[in-house]
């Protein structure tokens, strides 16, 4: 009989289990807390096929073990190797791309910048008011009593509103509200979704119209973008709470929810229940915890800021992206994909960063926001990137539109119309959406399968998601191109090959994000859903 074998981790160590002709041996404990952590963050456990994992554990036998971190060690060198190719090439056509585009570097020595991204550079600029206010949000918060915590959270973000933004643009932030508060007390709910998605509509398509009525208050473009962008969030929780708050709610909760500091103006949005259930029960850490929990935030936003300056130092994604016509001719296909991956990855650190500062600031506060952005390299579904990039608008959708339907094919299409229309609706986005909503319903069809099946099928899926990602990403030529290069006879064996390594890590980390979520919403105290 072949031997089988556990770990085991527990509160003395590490057990290894090996099982044989019926006999089980336990081996001491490992005591070493570098490894333990490392093994429980991992999450995966070897079992034999007849005995059940423990909660909160992946049940995979020795051999899916073996596959998946082959898999995974073949799929993370492609990748290095497809960026490495396009770093080699994109540094020789750098010259050939727009000037206006790149900036001198701040530190001598290294290359130009690239700081064609409007998002990232107003996010840079956000933070010389938010970093402040967050901390002031902290200090206070610890030097007044509880009972004042609701009061002091509303007055920092009008604050904060008013020196970013100034009078006008807070008094119109403030305007959506009242005006939600009020339908909601009188219990207009279904005008509550029909006044803010108008009000999105204005901020996405309309924003000149809404800047001429107040005067042009924002000469600044940075501070436009983020001002456009904060008016839609706001569209979004005021739906949140008029739809899913109690007549028992008061008036300031919901100010506080809908005016909460770390996710104002760039999100992500959180579901109203949670929170202010978050708010009354969980109790604020003490200086200490705090203090920590501050020093892994800064650790972990220095360590994703620097791997964003590597890329815009060196592989130029949004230069290349907005100059791509001087560039396409010249990138063979492992170079063009690597060229993907540079844009997926840097849509993901961006993101990363931008969701991740405010989960971390509201974890210094003892609450939970939903779960930052996963890879999208690591994943190889379209309804997983869904359900994980932007948690807490997939969680919106749900509460919002999905569950309110029923579920099922026409709620969904719903929700891929609201993407589309959030995203401006242009052709590149029509597409991305269509493409999207197209995989999602066959993706649930082939569940039922063999799970060696799902991935040999899942590999034309694999691609889809991704090509479907670049139109999004690198627009329409980008998007064409994708595919176009793909069908190529000398490159379709390969990237099959490479795709279903792609599918075997991404089936892996999608069991691996269910436990993450559902462990989640046990610390929060939040509802875990899991459609």
């Not at 007044?144 to 008013?162: G, Q």
Request: glycine share 6%; charged share 15%; aromatic share 16%.
């Amino acid at each position: 009989m072949a031997r089988r074998y556990t770990l085991q981790i527990s509160g003395d160590g590490i057990h290894f289990w090996s099982y044989r002709d019926g006999q089980r041996r336990r081996y001491p404990a490992v005591k070493h807390h570098f490894t333990k952590s490392l093994l429980a963050r991992s999450r995966v456990l070897v079992l034999p096929a007849s005995e059940a994992a423990p909660r909160g554990w992946h049940h995979c036998s020795f051999l899916e073990s073996i596959v998946f971190a082959v898999s995974s060690s073949l799929w993370v060198l492609f990748v290095l190797y497809a960026i490495a190719a396009f770093f080699g090439r994109i540094s020789s056509l750098r010259l050939y791309l727009g000037n206006d585009l790149f900036s001198s570097s701040s530190i001598r020595g290294l290359p130009v910048e690239d700081t064609s991204d409007a998002e990232w550079t107003a996010f840079l600029k956000l933070l010389k008011t938010l970093v402040p206010a967050v901390v002031l949000q902290n200090v206070l918060i610890r030097a007044l009593p509880e009972v004042s915590h609701l009061y002091c959270r509303i007055f920092v973000s009008t604050a904060f509103l008013l020196m970013t933004f100034g009078l006008y643009c807070t008094l119109f932030i403030f305007g959506i509200l009242f005006l939600s508060v009020c339908l909601q007390k009188l219990g207009f709910r279904h005008l509550i979704y029909v006044v803010n998605l108008s009000i999105v509509f204005l901020g996405v398509y309309h924003s000149d119209l809404i800047q001429k009525w107040m005067g042009n208050p924002l000469g600044d473009n940075n501070f436009l973008l983020l001002f456009e962008v904060a008016v839609a969030w706001s569209a979004i929780r005021a739906i949140s709470f008029g739809v899913t708050s109690s007549a028992e709610r008061s008036t300031a909760s919901m100010c506080c929810y809908f005016l909460y500091l770390p996710c104002l103006v760039l999100g992500p949005v959180t579901n109203y229940n949670d929170f202010i259930n978050q708010i009354q029960t969980k109790r604020t850490p003490s200086a200490r915890e705090s203090l920590k929990q501050a020093c892994i935030s800064i650790c972990r936003a220095l360590l994703w800021f620097a791997v964003m300056e590597i890329m815009l130092h060196t592989v130029y994604p949004m230069a290349t992206r907005i100059d791509y016509h001087i560039a396409r001719e010249e990138l063979r296909p492992v170079e063009f994909f690597g060229f993907s991956a540079v844009l997926m990855l840097h849509f993901y650190v961006k993101y990363l960063m931008i969701y991740g500062l405010a989960e971390e600031a509201a974890r210094i506060e003892g609450l939970w926001l939903p779960e930052r952005p996963r890879c999208t390299l690591r994943l190889s579904s379209g309804a997983e990137v869904w359900r994980t990039f932007d948690r807490g608008l997939y969680l919106w959708f749900l509460e919002a539109i999905y569950i309110p339907l029923g579920g099922g094919f026409f709620a969904s299409s719903l929700c891929f119309v609201f993407v589309c229309f959030w995203h401006s609706s242009s052709l590149e986005v029509q597409i991305w959406c269509g493409l999207n909503f197209a995989l999602v319903v066959v993706e649930r069809k082939i569940l039922a399968l063999p799970k060696f099946l799902q991935i040999i099928l899942q590999c034309p899926l694999h691609w889809l998601a991704v090509g479907s990602n670049m139109f999004y990403l690198g627009g329409l030529d980008v998007g064409f191109d994708f595919f176009s290069k793909l069908y190529e006879p000398r490159t379709f064996c390969c990237a099959f090959v490479v795709s279903f390594f792609a599918c075997v890590v991404g089936r892996h980390f999608q069991h691996q994000d269910r436990i993450f979520y559902r462990t989640h919403a046990e610390r929060s105290g939040t509802k875990h859903k899991t459609q």
